[in-house]
């Protein structure tokens, strides 16, 4: 761990939101008198009936129940739009960077308002209705914001589903949430390539479960090509809009009326879909934009994120727009047409604040210095890092050069469940060390417990667990609230656990350790061994699975399997390869095995439980330190797994 300081820049906290002396009293506030605090911050949104409750909210195992500024009324999209457009309707709302560098488009409040108030009314003429579910599986077009825009205007529930996820995973999400309507494109571009969004969704709607619920698919025209059409399922998007009006008056809605669906990934199970609803969200993701970035008026806001994680819904859509800002949105991928890609854009549009993961920063990295060619990064005032831990290295690498030494980084600690930023440094307040997501936001309250269930005081190591209720909290799992209690609130009674490890050090800094559950982070991107572990068993040659992480340079954690044939298969690396395709078709490619090691056996306790903590040593090549090996049935296997060992440093 670095020990390395960087103070605040006087520069920075001379001109911020927050400067330290208002963190403290601030976030004292926050704690000790939070209807106070929130009754106040919550006025930030615009209410069409104001509320006056503020907090009401249990985290007791038997009755989990979360609610925020309960009988007030508001309107998500309303609050992205409509209360912008005397003031700033010809502002810039949204920059669209296309994949190809020659393609962007800016699109002031006011167009974007039309454009979502026609495309509301174009899920209503087919058939949507407040508290509906509709899935979109879109690629980084403004049409995603505008769909997301236009649920919430009707009080539709979007769900978003990444558009790097297979079919079948697809199908599951589909059917899991009950969803009537599939927002997608025909084709989407990433990199120069053209992928078959559009194929994807007719694949998923052969699975019997989401055929059932899903009535229509929208499909937007991104590129011109032809694509397979059910005519009476299929409706191309711009022939909808062009039909509709633009009079579309934004639904009244409770504060606990749910937003959105957004589906992740746990230690056990298939992906749960996590409710977020209308009123605290909007008020922590337009907190915490204004804040974590010091957002102010005529800045250029980048966030690399995909619409299809958290991240994208909080800090691509509604925190920004919710503020009024000019947010950019990047269809392509760092490396196309080159490298230096990130450093043209944020020299194109005077980018202010770009906000990144850690993955992307060590690829670039890898490039060497001149990555970013003669890009002229000047305009860069903060920068953003989030999904994994950031390795001191990686961070230092920022720090110098994409932000010249004179950025602050704010490391930004949270989850999807957590629905906004609940760790991190504030520009103008917090000194920073690199690696370290530091302090906790407003009105959060961490703690560390041992396994056990004891809060641990002072400096240490320990289970990162949330005290209470912060607004943008998750309520509840769609359709299964036993799964959300049961997740989230019994392994230690009375409080939000995490399923992240933490060390306190004595300055009161948090840095995470990573998961201490079977989840891995792969480039930033959230996985279930569990998952990937039944794609693997839903192959016919494959008897047995087990999945763990590995540090990976670049992806952080890299996903290494052990596989066990089932009788009558012979190991080659044809079926190698066909395994790490079988779990790209099942899931997606940013689940593909990075290393596979056949193995005749699995090291287990006598009473049949595979020893994972042995399995990871091995992965990370680690097997002087395995331990006691002394309970397993049959201790030779791991002879066996340690010279055939596949990551071999
Ligand atoms: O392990 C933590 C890691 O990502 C997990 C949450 O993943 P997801 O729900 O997909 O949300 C990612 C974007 C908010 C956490 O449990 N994580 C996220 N941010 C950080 C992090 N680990 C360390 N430092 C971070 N800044």
């Known amino acids: 761990m670095s020990e390395k300081v960087y103070p605040v820049y006087p520069e920075i906290a001379a001109g911020a939101h927050i400067d330290s002396a208002k963190y403290e009293a601030m976030y004292e506030q926050s704690v000790n008198d939070t209807d106070a605090f929130w009754g106040e911050h919550g006025k930030r949104i615009d209410w069409f009936k104001p509320y006056t409750k503020v907090k009401n909210t249990t985290f007791d195992p038997h009755n989990v129940d979360i609610r925020w500024f309960e009988d007030g009324t508001l309107n998500a999209a309303y609050n992205c739009l ?16 296309g994949d190809d560098p020659s393609e962007s488009e800016n699109i002031t409040y006011r167009q974007l308002h039309e454009r979502v108030c026609k495309f509301a009314n174009a899920l209503k003429g087919q058939g949507v209705e407040q508290g509906d579910v509709v899935t979109l599986y879109m690629p980084m077009i403004p049409e995603a914001a505008i769909a997301m825009l236009a649920c919430a205007r009707i009080g539709a529930v979007h769900s978003v589903v990444f558009g790097g996820f297979s079919p079948e995973a697809l199908a599951a999400r589909v059917e899991g949430a009950n969803s009537k309507v599939v927002v997608t494109s025909n084709y989407s571009l990433r990199g120069g390539k053209v992928v078959p969004l559009k194929e994807n969704v007719d694949k998923a709607l052969e699975h019997a479960g989401a055929a059932a619920c899903c009535q229509s698919v929208i499909v937007v025209k991104r590129v011109d090509q032809d694509v397979a059409w059910d005519g009476a399922r299929d409706k191309w998007y711009e022939d909808l809009v062009a039909d509709a009006s633009a009079d579309c008056p934004a639904t009244e809605l409770d504060a606990e009326a749910p937003l959105f669906i957004l589906y992740t990934s746990g230690s056990t199970g298939a992906p749960k879909g996590l409710k977020h609803t209308t009123g605290g969200y909007m008020v922590y993701a337009s907190m915490t934009h204004e804040y974590v970035f010091d957002y102010k008026e005529g800045d250029v806001y980048w966030c690399t994120a995909d619409v299809g994680w958290v991240t994208g819904h909080s800090y691509i859509v509604y925190g920004p727009l919710a503020n009024g800002a ?14 230096s890609r990130f450093g043209r854009v944020i020299e194109k549009h005077k980018v202010n604040q770009f906000y990144t993961a850690p993955t992307a920063i060590r690829a670039l990295m890898q490039q060497g210095e001149d990555v970013l060619g003669d890009a002229d990064l000047s305009s860069l005032r903060i920068l953003g890092s989030v999904g994994e831990p950031i390795n001191p290295e990686a961070w230092e690498w920022y720090h110098r050069i994409i932000g010249d030494e004179k950025c602050p980084i704010v490391d930004t600690w949270w989850q999807t469940e957590t629905g906004g930023v609940m760790i991190v440094p504030l520009p103008g307040a917090t000194a920073a060390k690199p690696g370290s997501a530091t302090r906790p936001f407003f009105g959060v309250q961490p703690a560390l417990f041992d396994n056990e269930g004891k809060a641990l005081e002072g400096a240490t190591d320990g289970n990162l667990v949330i005290t209470d209720s912060w607004p943008s909290q998750a309520r509840s799992i769609w359709g299964d609230h036993e799964r959300f209690i049961q997740t989230y609130f019994s392994t230690f009674k009375g409080v939000y656990t995490t399923g992240d490890g933490a060390r306190r050090d004595e300055d009161g800094y948090y840095w995470i350790t990573g998961r201490v559950d079977d989840v891995i982070n792969v480039s930033g991107h959230r996985m279930g061994t569990a998952e990937v572990e039944s794609a693997l068993v839903a192959h016919p040659a494959v008897a047995e699975a087990a999945v763990v992480g590995y540090p990976h340079d670049v992806k952080g954690q890299g996903i290494y399997v052990y596989v066990t044939l089932q009788a009558g298969f012979e190991q080659s690396d044809e079926l190698m ?25 699995m090291p287990k306790t006598r009473s049949g ?28 296997v791991v002879d066996d797994l340690i010279e055939n060992r596949m990551n071999r440093k």
């Open 577 to 601: 390869k066909e395994l790490r395709n079988h779990v790209r078709g099942e899931i997606g490619p940013i689940a593909s095995p990075d290393l596979i090691q056949f193995a005749p056996g």
């Open 326 to 339: 000019t947010t950019l949105m990047f269809e392509g991928v760092p490396s196309y047409p080159d490298n």
């Open 82 to 97: 409509d209360r912008h457009l005397e003031t700033r309707g010809d502002q810039v709302a949204i920059i669209w960077e």
């Open 609 to 636: 439980k595979i020893m994972r903590r042995i399995l990871r040593k091995i992965a990370e090549d680690d097997f002087g330190a395995l331990g006691d090996t002394s309970t397993l049935a049959d201790p030779t």
